[in-house]
């Protein structure tokens, strides 16, 4: 079964998941200034989308470009995946696509220590990929556990190329952020992601961006 099958009302039932919906998780997190390209190329881009308006659409012309800019902001210390196939526990339906996946790894030949998982919204519905987001946050987890990668926190993301939702997991608690953020703020979305990458390095004083 894949991934975008999960609902969230499911995805909390199979694995006993305590869901928090009203913590406020990053809206005192520090904006980061979008390069002059991505402002360009979002100022182009985004009426198409929206005009198109299919998901294919919103995730080539918008949601990867956003991800493209946090990766090289970071130095390409990190890698983005999209579109990979990330099987992890077919006997628990943890396996299929995932839409974009970031790690904290530089390799960019496979995947090694995924740290956020972004679900594209369905009909441009927010709720809608909340319990894909989490279900790959789960397969993250156990991911890095098998590979004994330390990862504190997975984080996610559920979006509609104009609107972004974001999500915490950790040991069977998934926290959905209360507030949703808008394209138009560019710069908060980079920096909500600069911060799960930068906070899921602490563990290494010499590790930095």
């Not at 990190?78 to 790690?103: A, E, M, P, Q, T």
């Not at 890095?144 to 926190?153: A, F, H, I, M, P």
Request: aromatic share 10%; charged share 25%; with cysteine.
């Amino acid at each position: 079964m894949p991934y975008s099958n999960y609902t969230l009302k499911r995805v909390k039932e199979e694995f006993n998941l305590e869901i928090v919906e009203n913590r406020d998780l990053f809206s005192e997190t520090e904006e980061i200034e979008a390069s002059d390209y991505l402002k360009t190329t979002l100022n182009y881009n985004i009426p198409l989308a929206l005009a198109i308006s299919t998901e294919k659409a919103r995730s080539e012309l918008i949601v990867s470009n956003v991800l493209l800019e946090v990766k090289k902001y970071l130095n390409d210390e990190v890698s983005l995946f999209s579109g990979i196939n990330f099987d992890v526990d077919k006997n628990r339906d943890l396996n299929g696509f995932c839409d974009y996946i970031l790690s904290r790894s530089p390799e960019q030949f496979y995947l090694s220590s995924p740290v956020a998982a972004i679900a594209e919204a369905k009909n441009e519905q927010i709720t809608s990929g909340l319990g894909q987001c989490i279900a790959e946050m789960i397969a993250s987890e156990i991911f890095n556990e098998r590979e004994g990668n330390t990862v504190d926190k997975i984080y996610g993301a559920v979006t509609s190329g104009n609107t972004w939702k974001f999500l915490e997991y950790r040991k069977g608690t998934a926290c959905i952020d209360r507030s949703e953020y808008y394209i138009a703020n560019v710069n908060k979305i980079i920096g909500i992601f600069v911060k799960m990458l930068r906070q899921e390095t602490l563990g290494d004083p010499q590790k930095t961006f």
